[in-house]
């Protein structure tokens, strides 16, 4: 059974704002990156996604530092073709923290990072900017009106 989330709180203990109501996870050669709020925007005629993450230093983001270090790595040594892919897994979250959407994609690799504020002597983290290229998408919409239960 799935422990209860205080509103306001996720599983990572980020705060759960409107303005962010998306979560990336994914799994890679690597290892798996654990849940992450972001801003995503999508271009679906590039098969491109790309997510905006704040940073403010949290242990949570090991792991996507240590699979954007891997492509990078493997930039210089391997043509994109050559690559081990991963899977990545977008939710669309609702302000009461149910699930409205969830999009799964295959065949993910990060192709360009941006660390866009990296003045730490104004605010205590960074933004950081990933666009991630892939080969396929399965998309799930839940209702987020479904009808009421008349089974009693």
Avoid: A
Avoid at 28 to 49: A, H
Avoid at 114 to 142: A, M, N, P, R
């Amino acid at each position: 059974m799935k422990k209860p989330i205080p509103m306001g709180i996720s599983e990572n203990e980020f705060t759960f704002s409107s303005k962010t109501p998306w979560t990336i996870e994914g799994t890679f050669p690597t290892g798996n990156i654990q849940k992450i709020f972001v801003r995503v925007n999508q271009n679906k005629e590039s098969n491109k996604i790309t997510t905006t993450i704040h940073d403010s230093g949290n242990d949570i983001l090991k792991n996507l530092y240590e699979v954007i270090g891997y492509y990078y790595k493997l930039g210089f040594e391997k043509q994109p073709e050559e690559l081990e892919l991963g899977k990545l897994k977008l939710t669309l979250w609702n302000s009461v923290e149910e699930i409205i959407e969830t999009r799964d994609y295959d065949g993910v690799c990060p192709i360009s990072v941006c660390f866009c504020d990296l003045d730490h002597s104004s605010c205590d983290g960074t933004c950081i900017e990933i666009d991630w290229k892939y080969s396929s998408k399965v998309q799930e919409l839940k209702d987020p009106f479904p009808e009421p239960s008349t089974s009693l």
